[in-house]
């Protein structure tokens, strides 16, 4: 495959601003918190990466390597709108897009009539820096999360998603956790059900159909982002490893895969590794909702498909 094409689902505050002031780190009180609705994975070794032609050589997709994870617990879904709004309420926590004033939207989402302002992203004209969207209005002012309670929580960061899961007494996921997890117990499949994308027509993740970007035909059911347990999980119980919002992890991105690994607030442009692919992913442009693809995002960039979810040591 051609390396020339960067993600359709990605982009970076970092591009978009060459300079921008930001606050320092926020003091969260961490809660213990118990593994409802998330399992217990045994860890072991397996088979990292792909040597696949379909890979992008360039995100260190490759080479296929054998490592090793210790057991750990992991959500067996996003984390949602509901489960954000309280951690907001129990902290009073105010995300990076909020100190921004800003986040980025797809312009299928922005009505003709938005009573704010907003700018296009010349190399990502999909993508519009839209006032005021932030986690709780979407899509800017006028839009809300009244009725998507069950969906991802979006326009959340890097340091966002550490906040959150270090009050709730979790962690980000290590990459190679992330995609131990996202495999499902399936050796060097494309995908985390198989290798098929739609076996016997049928739809295992949330990505876009049609032509991108113009054009969604929604055969999966969705324009957009769809509740946090939508199809079928993985062998592990995992949904929608594959699609519908990207997955911040713990990890500098390399490519080598051995970039390093925090845990706390982190300042500058440092891209995190993002897994996991977005409802806006198409064969055509980024391919990179299979299980070995990678991307990744300054750390306080945020858009309308990034998400995460949390692991717990045993």
């Given at each position: 495959?051609?390396?020339?094409?960067?993600?359709?689902c990605?982009?970076?505050?970092?591009?978009?601003?060459?300079?921008?002031?930001?606050?320092?780190?926020?003091?969260?009180?961490?809660?213990?918190?118990g593994?409802?609705?998330?399992?217990?994975?045994?860890?072991?070794?397996?088979?990292?990466?792909?040597?696949?032609?379909?890979?992008?050589?360039?995100?260190?997709?490759?080479?296929?390597?054998?490592?090793?994870?210790?057991?750990?617990?992991?959500?067996?879904?996003?984390?949602?709108?509901?489960?954000?709004?309280?951690?907001?309420?129990?902290?009073?926590?105010?995300?990076?897009?909020?100190?921004?004033?800003?986040?980025?939207?797809?312009?299928?989402?922005?009505?003709?009539?938005?009573?704010?302002?907003?700018?296009?992203?010349?190399?990502?004209?999909?993508?519009?820096?839209?006032?005021?969207?932030?986690?709780?209005?979407?899509?800017?002012?006028?839009?809300?999360?009244?009725?998507r309670?069950?969906?991802?929580?979006?326009?959340?960061?890097?340091?966002?998603?550490?906040?959150?899961?270090?009050w709730?007494?979790?962690?980000?996921?290590?990459e190679?956790?992330?995609?131990?997890?996202?495999?499902?117990?399936?050796?060097?499949?494309?995908?985390?059900?198989?290798?098929?994308?739609?076996?016997?027509?049928?739809?295992?993740?949330?990505?876009?159909?049609?032509?991108?970007?113009?054009?969604?035909?929604?055969?999966?059911?969705?324009?957009?982002?769809?509740?946090?347990?939508s199809?079928?999980?993985?062998?592990?119980?995992?949904?929608?490893?594959?699609?519908n919002?990207?997955?911040?992890?713990?990890?500098?991105?390399?490519?080598?895969?051995?970039?390093?690994?925090?845990?706390?607030?982190?300042?500058?442009?440092?891209?995190?590794?993002?897994?996991?692919?977005?409802?806006?992913?198409?064969?055509?442009?980024?391919?990179?909702?299979?299980?070995?693809?990678?991307?990744?995002?300054?750390?306080?960039?945020?858009?309308?498909?990034?998400?995460?979810?949390?692991?717990?040591?045993?």
């Amino acid at each position: 495959m051609e390396d020339k094409k960067p993600s359709c689902c990605q982009v970076s505050r970092q591009d978009f601003l060459s300079s921008q002031n930001k606050e320092g780190n926020q003091t969260i009180n961490e809660k213990v918190s118990g593994v409802d609705n998330m399992v217990l994975l045994d860890g072991g070794e397996f088979l990292m990466g792909t040597d696949d032609d379909e890979g992008f050589k360039t995100d260190g997709e490759g080479p296929v390597q054998k490592v090793k994870v210790s057991p750990f617990y992991i959500d067996i879904q996003a984390v949602t709108n509901q489960q954000f709004k309280e951690f907001v309420d129990d902290t009073g926590y105010k995300t990076e897009s909020e100190q921004y004033g800003w986040s980025f939207v797809f312009y299928q989402f922005i009505p003709k009539d938005f009573p704010g302002k907003l700018q296009q992203v010349p190399q990502t004209p999909w993508w519009f820096a839209t006032e005021q969207a932030y986690w709780y209005q979407p899509e800017g002012l006028g839009s809300s999360i009244e009725d998507r309670l069950d969906y991802p929580v979006i326009h959340v960061s890097w340091n966002d998603a550490v906040a959150y899961s270090k009050w709730a007494g979790k962690r980000l996921p290590t990459e190679k956790e992330w995609e131990y997890a996202a495999r499902g117990g399936l050796e060097q499949k494309k995908f985390p059900w198989g290798d098929e994308l739609t076996p016997n027509g049928d739809h295992y993740c949330n990505i876009w159909q049609g032509e991108f970007p113009k054009h969604n035909t929604k055969d999966d059911g969705y324009v957009g982002i769809a509740p946090a347990e939508s199809f079928p999980p993985n062998g592990y119980g995992l949904y929608n490893v594959s699609g519908n919002v990207w997955e911040w992890c713990a990890d500098t991105f390399e490519i080598d895969r051995n970039g390093k690994i925090d845990q706390d607030f982190v300042k500058g442009n440092i891209s995190k590794v993002m897994r996991g692919g977005s409802y806006l992913c198409h064969k055509s442009y980024c391919n990179r909702y299979r299980v070995a693809a990678r991307s990744s995002n300054t750390v306080e960039s945020s858009s309308g498909n990034i998400g995460f979810r949390c692991v717990k040591d045993v």
